[in-house]
T-cell receptor
Framework: DQQVKQNSPSLSVQEGRISILNCDYTNSMFDYFLWYKKYPAEGPTFLIS?????DKNEDGRFTVFLNKSAKHLSLHIVPSQPGDSAVYFC????????????FGKGTKLSVIP | DSGVTQTPKHLITATGQRVTLRCSPRSGDLSVYWYQQSLDQGLQFLIQ???????AKGNILERFSAQQFPDLHSELNLSSLELGDSALYFC????????????FGEGSRLTVL
């Protein structure tokens, strides 16, 4: 039972355009969501997060949107740069206590110069 | 560099064998997490330790065990290895268990032949 789903294994975007990565979840107990970026031969690195009390969080070129009623979140990257090419993982957690994150399978983003 | 160190980076062994993966968390981090990433899968949570004590267990097989030592480094022991255990094993750390921002090591790639 996959509680966090990233239905697009890959995405290609032209440099300068917007990249939109999507993530759906099924567990209503999730209340904290994160995006991680992973380059080959490296561990995942934290990118941006959002609490369920918000519907948007921005950090520079990265914005995460949360639609709780649809159990959907998305990561927008504007403008996309070649250095953004990586695998992006969506992750979710159900609050205080142990922070075991449930990850999606990832979306490989390719930004074409 | 996340500050989390994992050794070895690569390991090739045979079925039925036992291996130990080692993780040194970031300085000051009390929580250590182990994740498994099999081919085309997301990161699967295995186990979490906080200040030497087991905090949470995920999808960890009985053949696998872990511990966190007084100096806060952690070891993941995998025994009676099977072909399906071939995967990337990531260690992550955080200061406490109240934030979802985990810092990941580069991973240990285990190949079971």
């Amino acid at each position: 039972d996959q509680q966090v789903k990233q239905n697009s294994p890959s995405l290609s975007v032209q440099e300068g355009r917007i990249s939109i990565l999507n993530c759906d979840y099924t567990n209503s107990m999730f209340d904290y969501f994160l995006w991680y970026k992973k380059y080959p031969a490296e561990g995942p690195t934290f990118l941006i997060s959002i609490s369920s009390i918000k519907d948007k969080n921005e950090d520079g070129r990265f914005t995460v949107f949360l639609n709780k009623s649809a159990k959907h979140l998305s990561l927008h990257i504007v403008p996309s740069q070649p250095g953004d090419s990586a695998v992006y993982f969506c992750a979710a957690s159900s609050g205080a206590g142990s922070y075991q994150l449930t990850f999606g399978k990832g979306t490989k983003l390719s930004v074409i110069p | 560099d996340s500050g989390v160190t994992q050794t070895p980076k690569h390991l090739i062994t045979a079925t039925g064998q036992r291996v130990t993966l080692r993780c040194s968390p970031r300085s000051g981090d009390l929580s250590v997490y182990w994740y498994q990433q099999s081919l085309d899968q997301g990161l699967q949570f295995l186990i979490q330790y906080y200040n030497g004590e087991e905090r949470a267990k995920g999808n960890i097989l009985e053949r696998f065990s872990a511990q966190q030592f007084p100096d806060l480094h952690s070891e993941l022991n995998l025994s009676s290895l099977e072909l399906g255990d071939s995967a990337l094993y990531f260690c992550a750390s955080s200061v406490s268990f109240v934030t979802g921002e985990l810092f990941f090591g580069e991973g240990s790639r285990l190949t079971v032949l």
